[in-house]
Each structure stands twice: as structure tokens, then as C-alpha cells.
């Protein structure tokens, strides 16, 4: 079947606009995860959703950071008032329900912000 | 706080040779290790995984080699190719954690003709 999708594949946008990511995980996958990859900080877990519930957001930079499930699929990764550094590639991935299953991850979102 | 270090940062392996990533994590909850492999532009894709209750785990020219006690483990390419050149990251996580993912830094891996 089709593995996760995200977009878009690039956005670049002005310091200070909000930005939505999106995220269309494998069919089935009720856990869905975020990160980010940047360059001095490496893969960074962001949020974990279980269905559309998100016990975990504890690696959420700062308030201007926020995400929803919905229908216990698509997941939307918003960020307002965009700073330059939150410029870094967003990655998504989902998980089957179940302990240690594999995350399959998207090809991300390269986010750069001017 | 960096649970999990990786090294070499990078890493450059003749044609044919044996590459070797290594990684040593903090949390003794961590139960399971999986290494990513990553090429420019995509997203890290799943290489091979272990748990603890093994010491060694073989998939192709892909080894696992997992010391609990000194809480470390490492990737072994054998045979290395051009096209195994790629960013690898080791990853680390807990079931008391929701299984989020703690990655190493990352290893640039090239294999040179």
C-alpha cells in the first residue's frame, strides 16, 4: 500500500506568517508521530498522536507550535509566527498499534523561513 | 540531554569493506533499537532493529551488535557498497515513552570506489 505522505514537499514563507504541514499516514496506522530534522539539532520528536488523541507533546518547541488529528488520519502541523529558526525539514511517521512497532517515516516538509 | 551518542559524524569505507556505526545510549528503559537509513531529500527509512533479549542480529549484509551492559550498540555493513553511501542514524526507544524515537546525531557513510 502507499506509505506516508506529507506536504508540502517545500515551503518557504516570511518571519511572522503561520504555516500549516500536513500529514496522510499509512491506512490503518492509529500511531502517528512528528519530528524535526535540523541541522544542529538533528531528529527531534515533536508530538505523538494515538488515534486523535495527543498524550505526548512534549517536544513542542514553544506555544507557537500546535497539532491536530482528525478521523484518526490526517494530521495537520501548524506553526504560528513563523521565526528563521524554526527553518528545518518536518517529518512525520506513522506506527501500527502495538508495542515496538516500525515507524515508517515521510519524505517531510522542508520548511524555510526568511 | 543527548540520551543516545553516535560516532563517528562521519565515516568514509573502500569498496568492499566492513563500515561500523556506534551508539550508546543513557535510558535503561529503552527497550528497543532500531537503525535508520536515510538518503538526501528522503525521510529516514527502517534498516534493521533489535531488542535487547539478543546480542547479535543479521539481516543480509546488515548486523546488529547489542552489549547491554555497557549500553551500547553498533551497525556493521560487510561487503560495503556505493550504494549503502547515506545517512545512518541509531534510534532508541521506550514502551513507557509512547515509543517516540530518540535518534543519535547521524553518520554520513561514504563508500568510495
Known amino acids: 500500500g502507499a506509505g506516508v505522505s506529507q506536504s508540502p514537499s517545500n515551503k518557504v514563507t516570511e518571519k511572522g506568517k503561520d504555516v500549516e504541514l500536513r500529514c496522510d499516514p499509512i491506512s490503518g496506522h492509529t500511531a502517528l508521530y512528528w519530528y524535526r530534522q535540523s541541522l544542529g539539532q538533528g531528529l527531534e520528536f515533536l508530538i505523538y498522536f494515538q488515534g486523535n488523541s495527543a498524550p505526548d507533546k512534549s517536544g513542542l518547541p514553544s506555544d507557537r507550535f500546535s497539532a491536530e488529528r482528525t478521523g484518526g488520519s490526517v494530521s495537520t502541523l501548524t506553526i504560528q509566527r513563523t521565526q528563521q529558526e524554526d527553518s528545518a525539514v518536518y517529518l512525520c511517521?506513522?506506527?501500527?498499534?502495538?508495542?515496538?512497532?516500525?515507524?515508517?517515516f515521510g519524505p517531510g516538509t522542508r520548511l524555510t523561513v526568511l | 540531554q543527548q540520551q543516545v551518542k553516535q560516532s563517528p559524524q562521519s565515516l568514509i569505507v573502500q569498496k568492499g569493506g566492513i563500515s561500523i556505526i556506534n551508539c550508546a545510549y543513557e535510558?535503561?528503559?529503552?527497550?528497543?533499537f532500531p537503525w535508520y537509513q536515510q538518503f538526501p531529500g528522503k525521510g529516514p527509512a527502517l534498516l534493521i532493529a533489535i531488542r535487547p533479549d539478543v546480542s547479535e542480529k543479521k539481516e543480509g549484509r546488515f548486523t546488529i551488535s547489542f552489549n547491554k551492559s555497557a549500553k551500547q550498540f553498533s551497525l556493521h555493513i560487510m561487503d560495503s557498497q556505493p550504494g549503502d553511501s547515506a545517512t545512518y542514524f541509531c534510534?532508541?526507544?521506550?514502551?513507557?515513552?509512547?515509543?517516540?524515537?530518540?535518534f543519535g546525531t547521524g553518520t554520513r557513510l561514504t563508500i568510495i570506489p
Open positions: 511517521a506513522s506506527r501500527r498499534d502495538g508495542v515496538g512497532g516500525t515507524q515508517y
Open positions: 534510534a532508541a526507544s521506550s514502551p513507557f515513552g509512547n515509543e517516540k524515537l530518540t
Open positions: 535510558n535503561t528503559a529503552f527497550d528497543y
